[in-house]
């Protein structure tokens, strides 16, 4: 099966700094990578497409410069929250595509303080 | 109207029960749907595809789906306190973007 992993599984951080947030797909190379936001009891809220290469797409209402999306290799693509605020704890969840089938990494839980 | 929707729930099953998720969709042109699974605090894992009119079965699992109504179902036979998550409703849109539906909370009472 595909396996997609994100590092870290979960970051406190303060209000104004930056944070990074690795996905890796481990046993496959996937030229495209998603990353969606998911607030407590709701559903997945796509953000972005990251194309390896290539800029970001990023969905309606998501700020581009806020959630900077760099998918640099086959096997790796990075969210940098910046100057992260309260509003943006959330959970965040990548995943790419292996066989024509979406494959989640395990998430990364965000608070600011 | 939402591009796809689902009872948010929750809905309770007895365990041995077969539990019954619906979702419908508003794009007549989507050809792929997918059942995803969430236990809190966890990411998705996907437990079924269909692409076709008619049922897919896997284990315990059945998909059905009818695209002159636009909609798509999961059973889950013989329930057990462990199927208890949400299961999120995904359709494709275009060529590779889902769009979720808000999810149906599922809980089993032994």
């Known amino acids: 099966g595909a396996v997609v992993s994100q590092h870290p599984s979960w970051v406190i951080c303060k209000s104004g700094t930056s944070v990074k947030i690795e996905c890796r797909s481990l046993?496959?190379?996937?030229?495209?990578m998603f990353w969606y936001r998911q607030f407590p009891k709701q559903s997945l809220m796509l953000m972005a497409t990251?194309?390896?290469?290539?800029?970001?797409?990023?969905e309606q209402g998501v700020e581009k410069d806020k959630f900077l999306i760099n998918h640099a290799s086959l096997t790796l693509s990075t969210l940098t929250v910046t100057s992260a605020h309260p509003e943006d704890s959330s959970f965040y969840i990548c995943?790419?595509?292996?066989?024509?089938?979406?494959?989640f990494g395990p998430g990364t839980r965000l608070t600011v303080l | 109207q939402k591009e796809v929707e689902q009872n948010s729930g929750p809905l309770s099953v007895p365990e041995g029960a077969i539990a019954s998720l619906n979702c419908t969709y508003s794009?007549?042109?989507?050809?792929?749907f997918f059942w995803y699974r969430q236990y809190s605090g966890k990411s998705p894992e996907l437990i079924m595809f269909?692409?076709?009119?008619g049922d897919k079965e896997d284990g315990r699992f059945t998909a059905q789906l009818n695209k002159a109504s636009q909609y798509v179902s999961l059973l889950i036979r013989d329930s057990q306190p462990s199927d208890s998550a949400t299961y999120l409703c995904?359709?494709?849109?275009?060529?590779?973007?889902?769009?979720f539906g808000q999810g149906t909370r599922l809980t089993i009472n032994p």
């Open positions: 995943s790419a595509i292996f066989v024509g089938r979406q494959y």
């Open positions: 046993d496959f190379q996937a030229t495209t």
């Open positions: 990251s194309n390896e290469g290539s800029k970001a797409t990023y």
């Open positions: 794009d007549r042109g989507s050809q792929s």
């Open positions: 269909i692409y076709s009119n």
């Open positions: 995904a359709v494709l849109q275009g060529a590779q973007k889902l769009v």
